[in-house]
């Protein structure tokens, strides 16, 4: 069965019909839709491995009528905050550290004094 699909070689209604490596030979037309057209772009041929490609029937869809990049242009652009946001959120953050410190330092003290021991356990945790 193999040998007789080989041996198989006539033109057909869509081309020239060819088995080589479990593969059918002929051409294959590559077609680009403009509106309701379409519009042949280019042939490729199996048994010879050639494209022909007419460059001038493509129809690119850009503004800048060229092909589309093959990736994304990525640019990173620096930025800055100014030196006045920059000191007084330091500043903040800082005293909001030492501020939590002080707090935490103040209930290990006095974590045995009955004032501390009376409050309520949220504010207790909080504090």
């Not at 030979?25 to 048994?47: D, M």
């Not at 905050?81 to 330092?105: D, E, K, N, R, Y």
Request: hydrophobic content about 45%.
């Amino acid at each position: 069965m193999l040998d007789a699909l080989r041996s198989v070689d006539f033109n057909g209604v869509t081309g020239r019909i060819k088995f080589e490596d479990n593969e059918r030979s002929g051409r294959l037309t590559v077609k680009q839709i403009v509106g309701a057209h379409e519009v042949p772009v280019a042939e490729y041929e199996n048994a010879s491995d050639t494209l022909f490609l007419n460059e001038s029937a493509i129809s690119w869809m850009s503004e800048s009528k060229q092909p589309p990049r093959d990736r994304t242009i990525q640019t990173v652009e620096p930025s800055r905050i100014s030196v006045p946001v920059f000191v007084t959120l330091t500043i903040v953050a800082a005293l909001g550290i030492v501020l939590a410190s002080s707090f935490l330092a103040i209930n290990i003290r006095f974590r045995n004094q009955r004032c501390c021991q009376l409050l309520p356990l949220p504010l207790d945790s909080a504090v």
